[in-house]
């Protein structure tokens, strides 16, 4: 491998390393992250195709999951299919421009998840605490400038991130020590002080995050108090199971992201190995649990599902 030592402002190339102290893993590592993978584009692609064909589904919540389903498959395609070649073909190399371009999309599509995240948590607060104005609330209009301003913030925030990169100077390794191309792993191979740079990226990150994750807990916090005051004991149960599920996804979501985001400002004593397995995790996992938890485990979504295999198979 040629040393890459000179200093150039747009390298041709980056080498990715995969996951640093478990490249022996890699092959199985791929195995279960391209089962997730699978899973996560049949889901998404069906939710999307019954939402569609389903008159009775053009509910807010139903738009919001499509957009979050959108979202699950531009994050996973983004990521996956390079990571597998990386994994079991030994494919290390990956273009400038392509890493910019992934990087772009692996960012500004995270924060448009949240963002989603927290629409659906609204409109389960709306659907629970004022069920008589759920539709004159979540008006088609207001749902859509929702989601216009969900995908303007992933855009603004983010699109700064390979630009800035675009103008740095590099002159030290062109080794990516990841299996995709984060803006931290990359940011640390220029030869210039990186300081600033890297401040905006974790504030901004910090910032979105937080915000929306304390929004979404406020909501569903609103959701328990008004599922608890419910007179039938078996309402609250059913209500509480599908909140439950849901907060799950959430965590995940929110745990692994914020583990990663913190790892690189405060966690300088955490093996590379654990930090960059659990940043792939936030970019698997909730693509490959949406469509089982807002789609098998909604009812008219399932009911549709079962009519369509039923009619195909008589």
């Not at 064909?53 to 498959?73: I, K, R, Y």
């Not at 599920?245 to 692994?256: D, E, N, Q, W």
Request: proline share 5%.
């Amino acid at each position: 491998m040629p040393p890459f030592n000179t200093s150039h402002p747009s390298p041709v190339t980056f080498l990715l390393m995969g996951i640093p102290g478990l490249e022996h893993l890699h092959v199985w590592i791929g195995i279960p992250f391209c089962s997730m993978y699978v899973v996560a584009v049949v889901g998404n692609v069906s939710i999307l195709a019954v939402v569609k064909a389903e008159q009775s589904l053009h509910e807010p919540m139903f738009f919001f999951l499509c957009m979050l389903s959108v979202t699950d498959l531009v994050l996973s395609t983004s990521t996956l299919p390079r990571m597998l070649c990386l994994f079991w073909l030994g494919v290390h190399d990956i273009a400038f421009d392509v890493c910019l371009a992934q990087m772009f999309f692996i960012h500004s599509f995270t924060a448009m998840e949240s963002g989603f995240f927290l629409a659906m948590a609204f409109d389960r607060y709306v659907a629970i605490c004022h069920p008589l104005h759920h539709t004159t609330i979540l008006t088609h209009a207001r749902i859509t400038i929702m989601s216009i301003i969900v995908v303007i913030r992933g855009v603004a925030f983010f699109s700064p991130h390979p630009i800035l990169l675009k103008q740095l100077p590099y002159c030290r390794s062109r080794i990516i020590a990841h299996t995709y191309c984060e803006f931290m792993a990359v940011v640390k191979l220029a030869c210039m002080d990186i300081g600033a740079t890297k401040s905006y990226s974790l504030s901004m990150a910090s910032i979105i995050g937080s915000c929306d994750a304390i929004l979404i807990a406020v909501s569903y916090a609103f959701i328990l108090r008004s599922v608890f005051r419910l007179p039938s004991r078996e309402a609250s149960f059913k209500a509480l199971g599908t909140c439950g599920s849901h907060v799950c996804v959430i965590l995940v979501f929110y745990s692994t992201a914020g583990f990663s985001i913190f790892t690189h400002r405060f966690g300088k004593n955490v093996p590379a190995h654990v930090h960059i397995f659990i940043a792939n995790m936030y970019l698997l996992v909730p693509p490959f649990l949406n469509p089982i938890v807002y789609g098998v485990r909604t009812k008219k979504i399932r009911e549709h599902v079962i009519r369509t295999l039923m009619v195909k198979v008589a």
